[in-house]
C-alpha cells in the first residue's frame, strides 16, 4: 500500500560506522512489502548532531516530504516502526525509549516548559508528553515549515542549565500548539558498549541500595 505520503528517513551519524544490530533492524524496517508511503533514506555525517538533524530537515523539505522520521544508529527498531507510527496520524509521536546509561530512564517527560519531570508510570498505549528524545520520532513536515529555523538548537533553562537539542525542539514545537504523543507500545532497544570497572560497580551497589534500580552486566 503506497499512498501520497512521502518519508524522509533521518540517520545522523558521528561516526563512519554503524552496528550490525541497527543495519537489520533498519533493513527489517524498510523492506517490508506492504509500505505505508514512499520512502527517502537521508544520511548526515560529520558535524554537531543538532547541525546533522537541520541538513536532515532541510533535505526533507527539498525533496517534498510529508513527514520525517529521525532514528539514531545506536538503536535496535521493531520492524513495523513505520507502519505503526504512520498510522497515528499525529503530528508528532514517537517510540518508546530508553536512555544508554544506569539508572535507563525512558525519555518521556511532563509538566511544564524548563519544568518537566520524568514519566516513570506510562502504561502502554499513546502518551502524551511535553518532550521526548528524537532517537525514534515521527514529524511530519508542517510542524518545520511552521517553525523558525534553526529546528534543532541546544538551548539553556532559566537558571542557565543545558537543555538538548531534542528537548528544545518539543519545546519549540509545543509553543506553537502542537501536542507530543509517543506509542509505549513500540519499544525500540538502545545499544550501549558499558566499560565494566570500579566506579560502574560502586555505582551499581549504591543504586542497590537506594533501592532505585537493580541491574546487571
Not at 539514531?72 to 516502526?81: E, F, G, L, V, W
Not at 502518551?127 to 515549515?145: I, P, S, Y
Not at 541546544?154 to 543545558?162: D, L, N, S
Request: charged letters at 25%; a negative charge.
Amino acid at each position: 500500500m503506497i499512498t501520497n505520503k512521502k518519508l524522509g528517513i533521518g540517520i545522523p551519524l558521528s561516526w563512519p560506522f554503524c552496528h550490525s544490530d541497527f543495519f537489520d533492524s533498519f533493513t527489517m524496517m524498510i523492506s517490508q512489502e506492504d509500505r505505508p508511503c514512499e520512502y527517502h533514506v537521508i544520511r548526515a555525517s560529520s558535524g554537531p548532531i543538532h547541525e546533522m538533524r537541520n541538513r536532515i530537515v532541510s533535505r526533507a523539505i527539498d525533496l517534498g516530504c510529508t513527514h520525517v522520521l529521525m532514528l539514531d544508529a545506536d538503536m535496535i527498531y521493531p520492524s513495523d516502526t513505520i507502519h505503526k507510527l504512520m498510522a497515528h496520524n499525529k503530528a508528532i509521536v514517537g517510540g518508546l525509549c530508553f536512555k544508554r546509561w544506569p539508572p535507563f530512564d525512558p525519555t518521556l517527560y511532563v509538566g511544564e516548559k524548563y519544568r518537566m519531570t520524568l514519566l516513570e508510570d506510562y502504561g502502554k498505549g499513546l502518551v502524551k508528553v511535553t518532550a521526548t528524545g528524537t532517537g525514534c520520532l515521527l514529524v511530519e513536515t508542517r510542524v518545520f515549515l511552521d517553525m523558525d529555523e534553526p529546528w534543532f538548537e541546544f538551548g539553556r533553562t532559566h537558571e542557565g542549565k543545558p537543555v538538548g537539542e531534542d528537548i528544545n525542539f518539543c519545546y519549540k514545537a509545543g509553543d506553537l500548539g502542537y501536542e507530543i504523543w509517543v506509542d509505549t507500545t513500540l519499544e525500540t532497544q538502545h545499544m550501549a558498549m558499558v566499560a565494566v570497572n570500579e566506579n560502574l560497580w560502586k555505582l551499581n551497589k549504591k543504586l542497590r541500595e537506594l533501592n532505585q534500580a537493580e541491574f546487571t552486566f
